[in-house]
């Protein structure tokens, strides 16, 4: 379900940051590198983020909502007198899930980022689209896609974690499984926005 969203997102963020650098690179006769900011910008930066934002208010809320159910539910104490652990049988493989879905996503992020550009420049800033996927692949490198990924699967675990911690925490009936699926998108937002900060600044420092 996270696809169609993901997918119109990352075609206006193409879109935007085309229009946006157009004017700029313009004055110094470089328009054509409107491919290389948008590669390089959605490879490393906007394709795993975005993606992994509307991944927390869909998967993320959603294991909140169902852990905290089944709490109020006393579902989880009827999975530990069956001799179930329920970190093992409900944590577990969401965590995993969350980790490789992710990954998954950026991809699809990535290409659909780099294709909405691409129709920007091509229809309305007249840009040869041979050029501009000429400069996308000199300015993308593995390291840039690799990057994006690992982010990408960080941001899926956090993500998960934070849903299965607040879902086990949730208490005070519908009220507390309702606060604990609101804390679950604010927290996990905060928290992939300062992930980011930080993989951004070790990735600057190790020069990659």
């Known amino acids: 379900r996270s696809v169609p969203i993901i997918v119109l997102v990352q075609v206006f963020i193409g879109i935007i940051l085309a229009l946006q650098m157009a004017p700029t690179l313009s004055d110094y006769g470089q328009l054509d590198k409107v491919a290389n ?3 390089v910008a959605v490879f490393r930066e906007l394709g795993p983020l975005i993606s992994a934002v509307v991944l927390s208010g869909f998967a993320g809320a959603s294991i909140a909502a169902e ?3 089944m709490v109020e539910s006393e579902e989880i104490k009827a999975l530990r007198a069956h ?9 577990v493989p969401r965590v995993l899930a969350s ?3 992710m990954v998954c996503l950026a991809v699809i992020s990535d290409v659909v980022g780099v294709l909405g550009g691409f129709g920007t420049s091509a229809f ?3 840009i040869d689209p041979q050029l501009y ?3 996308t692949q000199e300015a993308v490198v593995v390291k840039d896609f690799l990057t994006g990924l690992v982010k990408a699967g960080v941001f899926g675990l956090l993500i998960s974690l934070i849903a299965c911690r607040l879902g086990l925490r949730a208490s005070g009936g519908s009220e507390g499984v309702g606060r604990a699926t609101t804390e679950t998108v604010v927290y996990s937002i905060v928290g992939l926005i300062g992930m980011d900060c930080v993989f951004t600044a070790t990735f600057y420092i190790l020069g990659w």
Request: charged share 0%.
């Open 67 to 69: 852990i905290g159910s």
């Open 124 to 126: 309305v800033l007249g």
């Open 83 to 91: 001799g179930l652990n329920p970190v093992n049988f409900l944590v």
């Open 37 to 39: 900011v948008i590669g």
């Open 133 to 135: 996927l000429q400069n």
């Open 99 to 101: 980790v490789f879905m």
